[in-house]
């Protein structure tokens, strides 16, 4: 662990010994840098693919967002989002190529449930928010539209769906007539023929390079007056960086911070669990979930709920054990389990032929509904 703040002076000669690139803030331009790094076995801040790029990360002290020094080489980073960044277990290797099944398993329905979180913050959080059937909704990194799909299901409308992966967008266009997708030429400068009420970036967000860029642009040129902008992103504190596609990882603080440098006024902000991901690593603050509005007047905070960390690093790091010891826990949990339905089955297989099927049967049921 390293939490030495880096000075100006330092910062030159890291830069200079190659040890990162970065000598301010992205977000905010702050030049107050330290080094971010944690060597938690679940958590950890080293890259899951460092066959594709290895980092280095950064934590502003004083908009407290973390970020990669060097940020990986455009080309490469659109060559690895259409390889081996979707490859699935389910992969089949012929001959000549290989060929994957035409939805991702269990991807698709994780984006799909991820829905949920948006419909509770409307529901919910902020009622000035009424989606109609002809409101024009962009979503951004938005693949094959399974997220939007959810939102055809419940308000009748149909999202324009906006992503670098042309398969993803002809899928949406095919599977759910979202006819007006669009494939991503660059999201800095592409724009809609409708301005859009509504934006949304489903861990899309941590992805992009020039976040400032971004939703100075959204604000500017693709969103209607007052329009809105729904944003879920991994959190700081619950979730590995490990990632080298996340270029920044946010926390509840940094994201108010970074929406209301660029003009959006946050109307609701919280973590949230849902859904889980069976990855052993699911916990209750794993992400974030955020729904802001342009304004063209001084954006206004929400105080009580995003309070400056005062020492970031320290408070995820101490989280990450917490977290650790909760999903070792969990783990010796299932196996006690596992061993008690073994056991329990065995008896079960000696009992049926004696007494038939019938008879377990109905015991199986009644000891299904206890557990209800
Ligand atoms: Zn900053």
């Not at 662990?1 to 190659?18: E, F, Y």
């Not at 979202?178 to 724009?191: E, G, H, L, N």
């Not at 056991?343 to 000891?367: H, M, Q």
Request: a positive charge; hydrophobic letters at 40%; aromatic letters at 14%.
């Amino acid at each position: 662990m390293n939490t030495t703040p880096l000075s100006i002076g330092r910062l030159k000669m890291a830069v200079a010994n190659k040890v990162f690139s970065s000598t301010h803030c992205p977000i905010c331009q702050s030049t107050n840098l330290k080094i971010f790094k944690s060597n938690n076995y679940f958590f950890p801040s080293y890259s899951k693919a460092p066959e594709f790029y290895i980092y280095q990360l950064l934590l502003c002290d004083d908009c407290t967002v973390i970020f990669m020094d060097i940020f990986p080489d455009e080309k490469k980073l659109a060559n690895y989002y259409n390889t081996e960044y979707r490859a699935s277990q389910f992969r089949i290797k012929l001959k000549e190529k290989n060929i994957e099944p035409p939805i991702m398993i269990p991807w698709s329905g994780i984006s799909f449930m991820r829905f949920m979180n948006f419909y509770q913050t409307v529901e919910h959080h902020v009622s000035s928010l009424k989606i109609l059937q002809n409101d024009n909704i962009i979503d951004y990194g938005g693949y094959q539209g399974m997220w939007g799909y959810a939102m055809n299901q419940t308000y009748g409308c149909y999202p324009i769906i906006y992503d670098f992966n042309e398969a993803g967008i002809n899928f949406s266009k095919n599977a759910f007539g979202f006819a007006r997708s669009m494939v991503a030429k660059d999201i800095y400068t592409d724009i809609f023929s409708c301005k859009a009420k509504l934006a949304s970036l489903i861990h899309a967000f941590e992805h992009l390079l020039y976040p400032v860029k971004f939703l100075t642009h959204l604000k500017e040129n693709i969103l209607e007056k007052n329009g809105y902008l729904y944003i879920e992103v991994p959190n700081a504190y619950a979730f590995a960086h490990a990632d080298p596609t996340h270029a920044f990882t946010y926390n509840t603080y940094s994201l108010e911070r970074v929406l209301n440098v660029c003009g959006f006024e946050v109307l609701h902000i919280r973590e949230d669990g849902f859904p889980k991901l069976e990855d052993g690593h699911d916990n209750d603050r794993m992400n974030l979930i955020c729904l802001a509005r342009a304004t063209s007047e001084q954006p206004k905070t929400i105080k009580q709920l995003t309070q400056k960390p005062l020492n970031l690093q320290k408070e995820i790091l101490w989280n990450y054990q917490k977290l650790t010891w909760k999903i070792m826990l969990n783990r010796y949990k299932n196996i006690f389990v596992s061993i008690v339905r073994n056991i329990a089955v065995t008896f079960l297989l000696i009992l049926s032929p004696l007494l038939g099927y019938e008879k377990i049967y109905n015991f199986k049921a009644s000891v299904k509904k206890l557990f209800k």
